[in-house]
């Protein structure tokens, strides 16, 4: 690795839903409509993200699917790509971009997830990164009644983690001697046997894959209950989160990091991106167009019961009108889903008091941050959140797909570069070396 | 599709284990020892194979690794790649040849399976398939203390394929119409929820992937026990057998087509690709010579441990003389794991009475026929099988990787397709098409 930025630099990772449309603009003219199904969209963002140098794209996933006729007639909440596959494909159509997917530890075997990540980190030549998600539902199709209660979705993601880890580090790096002449393959006693056996996993290995290129895969994560943050200060080396205001990013980035540090950890070793979606004009009039003709383009009523639906608000917001106060009950059932999510918007409007037009205009990138301005000022946000102890990066989510994409490759990135705050090409191969991160030697053999 | 042939024509497969050995090749010059982690191996030969007109390539798997230091030592068992992601990768660097990938109905969950098929197929253009396996262990990684029962598996594996099949239905073809001036993404009466309750599942569905392109990928089936049988007979459209003699292939190509039949379905919806590995010289002098090469490069004691574990023989071969005759117990206790392997092994002892030297030499292949002679003679002998009900085409198993598929491609495909019995160029786009097999229609949506 060489040409190592003398200054700590942003790290931008590039966020997909796994249909390439956010919910609630695949209308916009600038939006692609068939990316959930042809490759070659993903295969031309991804080329574009890593022109501009981002650190990594990442995929959202879920397993499940709505099937109420309005969801299905309005949203495009499904079909996705499965996010190993398409990644896979992905990695073979790049070179340097960090590829992470999201798999769920509720509704997988760690056997299986160590695998393919494995796989994935030796296609790629080291850019494998997992998101590990509890999931925010889909139990009725993994043999339940119901979702896996929150509790325990973390307590099983724990285990999910350690398992998995410790599969990776099943077979020393040097393990595979493959000698024709003496007939030696491997070096059993570069073997380690993970048998674990925990509460939520029995799982004996060895993993049949070699040690992953980076020693792990990178561990993202977006939780950010209470749960979701222990675990984070654990495992989570990058986080995508979501934050309405610097204050609320700076205390949720000192209180991972702390949580970090009791836990051994330095601050360089957690990268924490909030999420946000920029509106990109050349003016900030222009920039004001592009924000109006989004709106146009959405479906109120999509978003609302979107909103409704995945924050679990105890009120139907499609049955008000668009100019009425937002009166929330005083008392509000803890979802079994987004936790974190339900918190934000819940506070956010006990706080505004907001109008059903603004909760619906504010809250259109699901709960992420929108900034609607000039490059300029979208670098001048991004810097002052990323000197002030608010943010390492951010996860760009684009109102448009490719749209706001080539915006803010084409705007944004450049003048992020001419601050000296983002690179200007790659400095490394692997993921852990865009992000600065120590490749993980092997617990057992140093 | 145009250009469909005017005679019926072999269908060739060639058989990967994901770590590109066959166990006990890893030793010969022509062997690559690399390709388990290094994927431009598996480039090289997916496009190798794919000029040559091969209908598909596919791969073996298993979940997980022999501990066992001399196993480890000695045995190219581990690593191998995740099915699913190394076939992804392929999909990007191939254009027309099929990927049929084995994922485990035993330690896996169906939702995550009929996803990454959907992805699979609509990713590589229609041109993905599902080998169905039981799996001949892995239970100690997967929550069990021991593999799962035969039976059991089998019972598992019939609902499973329904599960999966199940949810590829969940759409219509033509459901998502994703019309930005409507706002009208999907069409809610063009989607059935499976509402699935069996035995063994309970998934609600619908999937989150769209129909793939095929209607259902291509399912292929190895199993070739009585359950395996069964299995076949009803679901199965691509089947890699086991056959050392004609009258045994002919016996078992009769039987499924016969028991398919009684299910309804025509012979021409099943092919029937015994195993085949072939060595082959410009003449016989040379395939002589080239298979003693082959012998030399190999560990008796690999080849003989493996025989003795996998097939469950009960003695250790590796505790005999290599000139000692093979003497069985009177009484072999049924396998948990390849039941149609240990049967077809068992049976040949007993018939041929062999030495350990001869039993090593012939089952070199893990059970399969080896063919030692020159392109004319392998062409000879595949048009007999091909023309007298023994198969539909073969499943080709390469002596050495590159050195064998070369051979192969080079100077078999031309000799066949001299005569007729195989493609010179692609007659269609899709696996279905390569076979000759319908898209199949959605049950639901006609």
Known sequence: MSGVPAR??????????????????????????????????????????????????????????????????????????????????????TERIGLVGSVSTSYSEPYNVARAFASLDHLSGGRAGWNVVTSTGGGENFNLDAHRDHGARYERAHEFVDVVTGLWDSWADDAFVTDKASGRWANPDKLRVLNHRGQHFQVRGPLNAPRPLQGWPVISQAGASEDGKALAARVGEMLYTAAQDIDEARAFYADVKQRAAALGRGPEQIHILPGVMPVIGRSQAEADDKWGEL????????????????????????????????????????????????????????????????????????????????????????????????????????????????????????????????????????????????????????
Chains 1, 2 share one sequence.
């Not at 397993?63 to 109420?68: E, L, N, R």
């Not at 959140?385 to 951010?394: Q, V």
């Not at 448009?400 to 803010?408: K, N, R």
């Not at 992020?416 to 191969?429: D, I, P, S, W």
């Open 295 to 446: 709106l146009q383009a959405r479906d109120a009523d999509v978003v609302l019961r979107a909103l409704s639906s995945y924050a679990s608000l105890g009120i139907d917001l499609t049955r008000l009108a668009l100019d009425a106060r937002v009166e929330l009950p005083d008392e509000i059932p803890l979802t079994n889903s987004h936790q974190s999510r339900q918190k934000l918007l819940v506070d956010w409007i006990r706080k505004e008091r907001p109008t059903v037009q603004q909760l619906y205009t504010r809250w259109s990138a699901g709960g992420h941050r929108m900034l609607v301005g000039t490059p300029q000022a979208i670098a001048d946000d991004f810097e002052h959140w990323f000197s002030t102890g608010a943010a390492d990066g951010f996860n760009v989510m684009f109102s448009s797909t490719p749209g706001g994409l080539d915006d803010f490759t084409q705007l944004v990135v450049p003048e992020l570069q001419r601050r000296g705050l983002f690179r200007r090409a790659y400095e490394g191969r692997t993921l852990r070396e865009h992000l600065g991160l120590a490749r993980v030697p092997n617990r057992h053999f140093r």
């Open 8 to 93: 700590r630099q942003l790290k931008l990772g590039a966020y997909f839903t796994g249909s390439a449309v956010q919910g609630d603009s695949w209308r916009h003219p600038a939006s692609d409509i068939d990316a959930a199904w042809n490759v070659q969209r993903y295969v031309s963002y991804a080329r574009k993200l890593e022109a501009a140098c981002f650190d990594a794209l990442f995929f959202y996933d879920n397993v499940f699917a709505a099937a109420d006729p309005a969801t299905v007639a309005q949203s495009p909440q499904a079909p996705r790509w499965e996010p190993m596959v398409l990644l896979s494909a992905l990695a073979m159509a």
